[in-house]
């Protein structure tokens, strides 16, 4: 238990289907962040949010929506997504403003695109 | 842009063979350097922070250490429970919340 929790943990979708991604993190940290983990490419930082205002959208796709309702839960709604995207989604999350601003993660969402 | 480069790819040793990671990195202004440790099919774990040059820091067989350009992780005699992938990641001193910029790690094997 890392104090960060994903559901679900694995996901195949279609092209054409809807489905959303949560994050909850049980650590009182006010920053939350979306990576994604390809086979042999570092973790890529997606969306970066602050006091649960966005102040990071690294180029991504707009198939991929983030949503950040409070600083304790992160969402990541996908849609008509591309097999390139089938890769694992880390959430994270820190404390910022502080001597310690190591980010703590998830166990991912393993996402197949069929 | 903030670069990290983590070498062996690959590291294959015998159990109670002790050696190195290293991690080379490019950041604008250093706020840290981190080391994380992930299992196949996992999140990261977080093993350490390094803020500035010469610091280090120690758990159970794994030392950390940083100079201006480069971070290592001294692994003393290690256990086949110590395989893992190795992650090497910075985090620009830019104001709020910034994410981090990963290395693409270092996969070790212990053999028993």
């Known amino acids: 238990e890392t104090g960060v929790t994903q559901t679900p943990r694995h996901l195949v979708m279609g092209m054409t289907n809807k489905k959303s991604l949560k994050c909850e993190q049980h650590l009182g940290h006010n920053a939350m962040y979306w990576y994604k983990q390809s086979a042999k490419k570092p973790l890529e930082l997606m969306f970066v949010?602050?006091?649960?205002?966005?102040?990071e959208n690294n180029s991504v796709p707009s198939r991929f929506s983030p949503e950040c309702p409070n600083s304790s839960h992160l969402f990541l709604h996908l849609h008509t997504l591309q097999p390139e995207d089938s890769a694992l989604y880390l959430c994270?999350?820190?404390?910022?403003?502080?001597?310690?601003?190591?980010?703590?993660f998830g166990q991912g969402t393993r996402l197949t695109v069929v | 842009e903030d670069q990290v480069t983590q070498s062996p790819e690959a590291l294959r040793l015998q159990e109670g063979e002790s050696s190195s990671l290293n991690c080379s990195y490019t950041v604008s202004g250093l706020r840290g350097l981190f080391w994380y440790r992930q299992d196949p099919g996992k999140g990261p774990e977080f093993l350490f922070t390094?803020?500035?040059a010469g610091e280090e820091k120690e758990k159970e067989r794994l030392k950390a250490t940083l100079t201006k350009k480069e971070s290592f992780l001294h692994i003393t005699a290690p256990k086949p429970e110590d395989s893992a992938t190795y992650l090497c990641a910075v985090q620009n001193s830019g104001g709020g919340a910034d994410g981090l910029t990963f290395g693409k790690g270092t996969h070790l094997i212990i053999q028993p």
């Open positions: 994270a999350s820190s404390q910022t403003g502080t001597a310690n601003t190591e980010a703590f």
């Open positions: 390094l803020y500035s």
């Open positions: 949010y602050n006091f649960k205002e966005q102040t």
